[in-house]
């Protein structure tokens, strides 16, 4: 694929992805990046020698909260569930939700998976397995594929035990596409593929 380079950095740009469309998701995901490393929580103590609106500093870390924190009462102790219990209240598998979303959709299976830009194989394997578990790539082709909105999107992917992330580059772009109501899988491709990241589909 042709490329050239942002004269703002050294990441490869395809010609097919505009520089407004690299410059928007390069503003979303510097919006919404949020760094993955736990921030702790800290104490605030009073300090009586600094000026009126200066008086608190920042101390421990927030385990040491709990030495001044209210009484608080102990959680309900959970009701104990048989294993038989646990698996009768499964939720429904990723391929039981793609099938039934595919009717809702009124779209068919080959145009499903051809949107999806994935293998006609791969897709009769999650037909056929009703506890086939895909890739989250796969999971989210198919999302982009039944246009799914980002509530919908998470659902689905939640169902093969995915999550977008903030603190994932990868994710950031899908989800401002999913946001701008973009589901071309192509046009997605190319943008992942300028901010080098794996690509959707075969």
Not at 101 to 109: A, C, N, P, S, V
Not at 170 to 189: H, K, M, P, Q, V
């Amino acid at each position: 694929m042709p490329f050239e380079i942002n004269p703002q950095s050294s990441t490869k740009i395809p010609v097919e992805i505009s520089e407004k469309l690299f410059a928007d998701i390069k503003k979303y995901i510097d919006d919404h990046y949020v760094d993955e490393h736990s921030v702790y929580g800290r104490n605030i103590e009073f300090e009586p020698d600094l000026p009126k609106y200066n008086r608190v500093r920042m101390t421990a870390p927030v385990e040491k909260m709990a030495e001044s924190q209210p009484f608080m009462p102990a959680p309900a102790v959970p009701v104990k569930r048989s294993l038989e219990d646990v698996v009768g209240q499964l939720d429904d598998s990723f391929s039981e939700i793609l099938l039934r979303l595919i009717d809702e959709k009124g779209m068919t299976d080959v145009q499903t998976y051809k949107k999806a830009n994935i293998d006609r194989k791969l897709f009769s394997k999650i037909r056929s397995k009703k506890d086939y578990n895909p890739s989250k790539a796969t999971a989210i082709a198919f999302a982009i594929a039944l246009e799914l909105n980002l509530d919908e999107t998470h659902d689905l992917l939640g169902r093969a035990g995915y999550a977008l992330s903030h603190s994932n580059e990868f994710d950031l772009i899908i989800e401002y596409f999913i946001t701008a109501g973009n589901y071309n899988i192509y046009e997605i491709n190319e943008a992942l593929f300028a901010f080098d990241q794996a690509l959707l589909g075969a």
